[in-house]
C-alpha cells in the first residue's frame, strides 16, 4: 500500500508538471507600441493615441492609456488595434504608455512610453529696428501684424520678439547693443528654440540692412564699402541660419528683403544717390535672398512689395511728379517727412502682407 501510495502521489506530480508546462507553452508573448497623432498639441486639442498589439495570433481584449502611472482611458483592440482620443490633457509634458491587459492566452505587455507636450505655439522673431517696431506706434509693427493675422488661424498662437534696434550680422551673432542672458541675440534664439521643442511653428527674421547704412548715408553712396560689407552680411547670415537650423533642423524660416529707404534723395536733388542706392540695395538683397534659400529658408519679397526697381513717372510727391519707387518710399516710409529710414505704420502692414501669404503657406493649423 505504501508502494503504491508513493506512486500515485508521484504521478501527481508528474501530472502538474506537466500541465503547467502546457500552460506555459500555451501562453502567448506579446509586444505593444504606441503613437500619438501629435508630439504638440495646444490645450484643450484632441490628441489620438493608437495602440498596436502583436502576437502569434491576433490578440483580443483591452489596452489601457496611461500619462505616467495614471490611467487616462481605455479601449478595445480591433484586429489589434485600440485608438483613445483625449482633449483633457493638461499644460506641460506628458509621458504617455499603452498596456495591454492580460487576456486569455495572451501575455500582457507595456509599450514604451512616448512625449507629447501640451502649450503654446509661438512666433520666434529675430532682427533689426524693424522687427522691433520702429517706425509704427507700440504693437502695430510688421512683427505684430503678422502675429495678429496668424493667430486668426494658430490656436494659442504667442509672440517672442527678441530683435535689437541697430542690430547687424555682426552683433545679431556676437552680442551688442541689446543684453541677451545667452550672450547674443541668435543664441537666444538658440534657447528658446531647444527649451520649446515643437513648439515655435515659424522664425520670422530681417537682418542685414545695418551692416550697410553706413555705406550709404549723407547722400554718398560709397559702392566699394558696400561690396565689402555685402560680403560680411553673406557669412555672418550664414552662420546665423547655420545656427537656427541646429537648434531646430524644420522649424520654418521666413525671412525678408529690403526696401531701398535712401531713394528718398531723389526728392533732394540728388538723382545720381537714389539710383546708387537702389543698385546697392538690389545687389545685397540678392545676396541675402541667396543666403536665405541655401538654408531652406523662404524669402519675403519686399523689395518687391515696394516696387523698388520701377522708376516710371506715375508717382507724386509734395505734387512733384516723381519715379513710382520713390513715391512708394516716401508715402511708406518715414524718410522724406522726417530723415528717417524706417517703414511707417502703413509700411509695417504691407511687410507683414508680404510675409502672411508664405507662413499661411507653410503652416497648418
Not at 91 to 107: D, E, F, K
Not at 152 to 173: D, E, K, P, Y
Not at 185 to 191: F, I, K, L, R
Request: some cysteine; overall charge negative.
Amino acid at each position: 500500500m505504501m508502494v503504491r501510495r508513493s506512486f500515485l502521489v508521484a504521478v501527481a506530480v508528474v501530472l502538474a508538471v506537466l500541465a503547467a508546462g502546457v500552460m506555459t507553452a500555451c501562453t502567448l508573448v506579446t509586444d505593444t507600441t504606441l503613437s500619438a497623432s501629435a508630439s504638440v498639441v495646444t490645450p484643450g486639442q484632441a490628441v489620438t493615441l493608437t495602440a498596436q498589439v502583436s502576437s502569434a495570433t491576433v490578440p483580443t481584449g483591452t489596452v489601457s492609456f496611461l500619462d505616467g502611472t495614471a490611467v487616462i482611458g481605455s479601449a478595445g483592440l480591433s484586429n489589434g488595434t485600440a485608438v483613445f482620443t483625449t482633449t483633457t490633457l493638461s499644460t506641460g509634458v506628458h509621458q504617455l504608455s499603452a498596456t495591454y491587459n492580460a487576456q486569455g492566452t495572451w501575455a500582457g505587455s507595456t509599450s514604451s512610453p512616448i512625449t507629447v507636450t501640451v502649450g503654446p505655439r509661438y512666433q520666434l522673431s529675430l532682427g533689426d529696428s524693424l522687427a522691433a517696431g520702429v517706425g509704427a506706434p507700440t504693437g502695430q509693427g510688421y512683427v505684430d501684424d503678422i502675429l495678429a493675422h496668424e493667430q486668426t488661424r494658430l490656436t494659442a498662437l504667442q509672440g517672442h520678439n527678441i530683435s535689437c534696434s541697430g542690430a547687424t550680422t555682426t552683433s545679431m551673432l556676437s552680442g551688442g547693443g541689446c543684453s541677451y542672458p545667452e550672450g547674443s541675440q541668435v543664441a537666444a534664439a538658440a534657447a528658446f528654440l531647444q527649451t520649446h521643442p515643437g513648439q515655435v511653428a515659424y522664425i520670422t527674421i530681417d537682418i542685414g540692412a545695418n551692416d550697410i547704412t553706413a555705406c550709404l548715408s549723407g547722400g554718398v553712396i560709397n559702392l566699394a564699402c558696400a561690396q565689402t560689407q555685402m560680403g560680411v552680411v553673406r557669412a555672418n547670415l550664414t552662420t546665423i541660419l547655420s545656427r537656427l537650423r541646429a537648434a531646430s533642423a524644420t522649424v520654418p524660416i521666413v525671412g525678408m528683403t529690403y526696401y531701398d529707404p535712401y531713394l528718398a534723395y531723389w526728392v533732394t536733388g540728388n538723382q545720381t544717390a537714389a539710383q546708387q542706392s537702389q543698385q546697392v540695395a538690389a545687389t545685397g538683397n540678392v545676396v541675402i535672398t541667396n543666403v536665405y534659400t541655401a538654408a531652406l529658408a523662404q524669402v519675403a519679397d519686399v523689395q518687391g512689395t515696394f516696387d523698388s526697381a520701377n522708376y516710371a513717372p506715375t508717382g507724386t510727391y509734395n505734387g512733384q511728379v516723381v519715379p513710382q519707387n520713390v513715391a512708394n518710399i516716401c508715402a511708406w516710409t518715414r524718410m522724406c517727412t522726417n530723415n528717417d529710414i524706417h517703414a511707417n505704420t502703413t509700411g509695417h502692414q504691407l511687410i507683414a502682407t508680404t510675409f502672411e501669404p508664405l507662413i499661411d503657406a507653410t503652416v497648418t493649423p
